[in-house]
């Protein structure tokens, strides 16, 4: 029989003692439910049912909790994607590292006309639903194509990866065809976007949304349509009537927090404030909160993210800001509404703000037909222009 020399056995003893420690570090240690570098929530303790262990999901679903739980487990990811930009990886944790950005990777995709175009006609079937709610009360409905970043920069992908720019504008032109036969008011600002140069101050280099100054163009742009459209009588911010303040803290962004902060590229928040200043009261989720759009930093050491416009993604808003004479406005969407938010409620008499990935309180026609806003737009980008779960329903 074979012996065990003594540094094989050393060896074998170390290893399995890392082993039985990180398990140890793994099983005790107080477990976090949110990753703050990935941008995600981390999987929580699987609960056992019959149908999960038949089916093998539970297994997995252990497999999942415990790789996101592990000990280390931030240290050595850092330490992957330091090596992966070590050795000029074109694509790190499904980031594409650019020439001075962070670009989302983009699976390739069979684009087909076809497909595109039902999907267009259903969701502009769903939205003159919408629509009409919206009219029988007197109201304007607006549907807005923002941009988001793949958008913005579709050039800045090398030409071995895929950017969607075809399926993207086949997604506009198919809608916008669709929403005009159903009279249905469709504003792309995504080609108004184009039309300008896509400047780079109007959109972030790190993270999917445009800048506080790419959400002032949005907001123009919206107000000056339905003021065209109803005659109403909304003041409309210029350049003149605004401060940009650079918050020198660093912005992290959402391209995987800067990849797990390893990457040096520098990017700047920007505030927006009115020279006249309107006061005004907020309530978030039905409970008064701060009078403020803003979350603002501790210190210029504290880093920020896209949370900084409306403190995140809140359900529900209202801010109110007592002027009766001026109409009132939802507007509905995703994290695509924040910074748009953060200048919009300074032309109304009331803002409502619905993010529908988080409110469930009840549908969005029935709190339409609850507050009777004089205008509703809904903001939405490419990568969910044509999704009916994400745009509200019409029932």
């Known amino acids: 029989m074979k012996r065990f020399k003594a540094s094989e056995l050393f060896v074998s003893v170390c290893f399995l003692a890392f082993l039985f420690g990180a398990m140890t570090v ?18 929580s ?11 093998g999901s539970y297994v997995n679903q252990w497999e999942k909790y415990l790789s ?51 999907q267009a006609r259903a969701m502009a079937d769903n939205l003159k639903g919408i629509q009409d709610v919206v009219a029988g009360y007197g109201g304007y409905y607006c549907y807005v194509c923002v941009t988001c970043q793949y958008d913005y920069y579709p050039d800045r992908y090398p ?7 075809e399926q993207t504008r086949l997604s506009r032109e198919k809608l916008a065809q669709a929403m005009e036969e159903r009279e249905v008011d469709f504003l792309d600002l995504s080609a108004a976007f184009a ?9 972030s280099r790190v993270d999917n949304h445009y800048s506080m100054q790419g959400a002032f163009y949005v907001y123009q742009r919206i107000l000056e349509r339905v003021v065209e459209r109803t005659g109403m009588d909304i003041p409309i911010l210029r350049e003149r009537d605004v401060i940009f303040e650079e918050l020198p803290n660093q912005y992290l962004g959402s391209r995987e927090r800067k990849l797990l902060g390893q990457v040096d590229l520098e990017e700047h928040l920007y505030a927006l404030w009115p020279k006249e ?68 409620y300074l032309s109304f008499d009331k803002m409502y703000s619905l993010d529908l990935r988080h409110y469930h309180d009840m549908s969005l026609t029935d709190y339409i037909k609850l507050v009777k806003p004089d205008v509703v737009v809904c903001i939405r980008d490419p990568e969910v222009l044509l999704l009916q779960e994400a745009n509200g329903g019409a029932s």
């Open 159 to 165: 030409g071995f990866l895929d950017n969607w720019a």
């Open 277 to 344: 200043e309107i006061p005004f009261t907020r309530w978030n989720d039905g409970e008064e909160g701060l009078p403020t759009v803003y979350a603002m930093p501790a210190s210029t050491d504290s880093v920020l993210t896209y949370d900084f416009y409306m403190g995140g993604d809140v359900p529900e808003t209202v801010i109110d800001t007592g002027r009766k004479d001026l109409p009132s406005i939802l507007i509905y969407g995703d994290s695509m509404t924040n910074a748009v938010e953060c200048v919009m």
């Open 68 to 118: 996101d739980h592990a000990a280390l487990r931030s240290t050595l990811l850092k330490v992957k994607t330091r090596l992966d930009l070590a050795l000029r990886r074109p694509v790190v944790n499904e980031t594409v590292i650019g020439d001075g950005i962070l670009l989302p990777y983009l699976p390739a995709q069979r684009v087909n006309g076809e497909e595109i175009a039902a």
């Open 45 to 55: 303790i699987p609960e056992y049912t019959a149908e999960a262990d038949g089916n």
């Open 195 to 203: 039309e300008l140069g896509h400047p780079e101050e109007y959109s």
């Open 26 to 43: 793994t099983v005790a240690r107080e477990k976090a439910e949110y990753s703050f570098y990935e941008n995600r929530m981390l999987a």
